[in-house]
């Protein structure tokens, strides 16, 4: 008898944490009666407005309009993308000089790629220029819609041709980045050049 004495403790035990357990959850949990004022629709909106501002980072004069990239998308990092522009500036560019369709054509939307895709075809491109520096000189536009979000650069890069550094030659350029807004890729397209 003395087996089933102790499977009875056990269960007291058990119980004993059990009900521990649920008074420290009502506890910290509490519970709700039916009674609690609801909040409003705009309580909520200032509490999303609020919540938006808190978490916008300080950001460059030149880089203002990026907080309507924070406000449609929870995961936007304004330097992230921003490296992230001029990685594939360098990275587009590079491609085009080499004549490399392939890795163009995962990078661009379709109707960039078809003019590139035509430069290339008229060797409009030179395999003997390579990138000497690249600045992102601020943000021109940020526009967004239900489906996607477009970032548009301005950009000034300098090229040398051959190697020889005295033949630097300065371009601006205004590039447009998109995206859709449910993708988690980290991948952004040029849309527009």
């Not at 004993?16 to 008074?23: E, P, S, T």
């Not at 709700?32 to 509490?47: A, H, N, P, V």
């Not at 995962?106 to 109707?111: F, G, P, Q, S």
């Not at 075809?121 to 943000?139: A, H, K, M, R, T």
């Amino acid at each position: 008898m003395i087996y089933g004495d102790l499977q009875f403790i056990d269960i007291i035990i058990f119980a004993g944490i059990a009900a521990f357990l649920i008074y420290r959850l009502r506890n910290v949990l509490g519970k709700r009666r039916g009674f609690e004022k609801l909040q409003s629709k705009t309580e909520i909106s200032e509490i999303n407005e609020a919540v938006i501002k808190k978490t916008l980072p300080n950001l460059k004069d030149t880089e203002t309009k990026l907080s309507l990239a924070y406000e449609v998308m929870p995961n936007f990092d304004h330097k992230s993308f921003l490296e992230g522009a001029k990685f594939a500036f360098e990275t587009i560019i590079n491609a085009f000089n080499q004549g490399d369709k392939k890795t163009l054509k995962n990078l661009l939307t379709k109707d960039v790629f078809a003019s590139f895709d035509k430069a290339i075809d008229e060797n409009n491109n030179n395999p003997n220029f390579q990138f000497y520096s690249l600045v992102i000189d601020g943000v021109e536009d940020v526009v967004s819609d239900k489906v996607k979000i477009k970032i548009t650069l301005k950009i000034t890069s300098e090229q040398f041709k051959d190697g020889d550094e005295s033949t630097i030659s300065k371009k601006q350029d205004t590039w447009t980045f998109e995206k859709k807004l449910n993708d988690n890729s980290p991948i952004w397209f040029l849309s527009s050049i």
